[in-house]
């Protein structure tokens, strides 16, 4: 046989050799759970009639950065936010914003939001902070502490 032809058959049988099973990866740790939130705004409005009960929503600050927001439903209906948080005390603003029956988002004039409120975030409960809105532009405001 010729070295070519020695090569060639070489060649083939390495072609055809049966490949090594490869290995499968092993699985991924299963990710950590996360942490149930701590702390949850609730916010609503008492309406005298159905024709003032349009969409709204809060946009949420703690320690004066944007937070996010609680989800958009009519006035009446109560709209929520919550997040885990690191334990401290948190300085809570919420800005309370409508749609009108036409026009875009508004958001409510500094004088008719509610004020700014301090909510302390804890690792084992969650502090759900109530706000309602009043007709007369008053808000009741209420923090509670449920066990996680």
Known sequence: MTPRAVLLLLLLSACAAPKPASQPAPPAPPSPPAA????????SEVIQRADLDGLSYAEVFLDG????????????????????????NYAVRLELWL?????????????????????????????????????SGRYDFDVSKQPL
């Not at 149930?36 to 916010?43: A, D, G, K, Q």
């Not at 950065?65 to 401290?88: I, Q």
């Not at 988002?105 to 759900?128: I, M, S």
Request: hydrophobic share 35%; no cysteine; glycine share 4%.
């Open 36 to 43: 149930p939130p701590n702390l949850e705004v609730r916010v």
């Open 65 to 88: 950065a944007p937070a996010g927001r609680t989800d958009v439903a009519p006035r009446s209906k109560e709209k929520r936010w919550s997040a885990a948080l690191p334990p401290k």
């Open 99 to 135: 749609l009108p029956g036409t026009g875009e988002w508004t958001r409510l004039p500094d004088d008719r939001q509610p004020r700014e409120r301090f909510v302390r975030a804890e690792a084992a409960t969650r502090a759900v902070l109530l706000l309602r809105r009043h007709p």
